[in-house]
């Protein structure tokens, strides 16, 4: 945890970029192409397997709403910024459905207030999309690290396990046992 504080949600500050909404344009391309054009190849699962795309306005939205929570949390532990970032990162993952880090620090805040289901299911997604990908959408973190959090989120919230309260738990987190 940052600074011994329990709900510092990680990785820390840095803006993911913007080409989301690039991207989604030219899979939403490819997928209009014949099969028989692109040498039989299947297209990928991102972006609903090439048919969803991504506004721009909802891309920039959604990127600053999951900033916000992750700058907002380092410097405020209050019990309105937890609801509030719980909110945030739902519209943030509603704006952009096609990135699975929001799910992923999601997950981290419902395990904190002991929602399990939800973060199971957060979390549970986050991978889908992680693997989906097979990169990372937030790049202060690579695709590993993000892959390794969300499956310790994810068995978090399986086994029903609170969240760490002191330095010595969060030591702790991705214990095997």
């Given at each position: ?33 014949p ?66 880090e ?21 979390a ?5 999309l ?10 202060r ?22 969240w ?14």
């Amino acid at each position: 945890t940052e600074g011994h504080r329990a709900t510092a949600l990680w990785p820390g500050a840095c803006k993911p970029g913007l080409w989301v909404s690039h991207v989604s344009r030219l899979a939403r391309a490819a997928a209009s192409c014949p099969p028989e054009e692109a040498g039989g190849a299947p297209l990928p699962p991102v972006f609903e397997h090439c048919t969803g795309v991504l506004e721009p306005a909802d891309e920039l939205a959604a990127r600053d709403l999951y900033m916000d929570v992750v700058n907002a949390a380092t410097a405020n532990d209050s019990e309105a910024m937890r609801a509030g970032a719980v909110e945030a990162l739902r519209e943030a993952a509603r704006r952009n459905p096609f990135v699975a880090e929001p799910h992923t620090v999601l997950a981290q805040c419902h395990i904190a207030a002991g929602r399990f289901d939800e973060a199971e299911a957060e979390a549970a997604e986050a991978l889908r999309l992680l693997v989906s990908w097979g990169t990372s959408w937030d790049k202060r973190m690579r695709w590993g690290g993000w892959m390794a959090w969300t499956r310790v989120l994810l068995g978090r919230a399986r086994d029903r396990e609170a969240w760490p309260v002191n330095a010595w738990e969060a030591v702790n987190l991705g214990l095997v046992r």
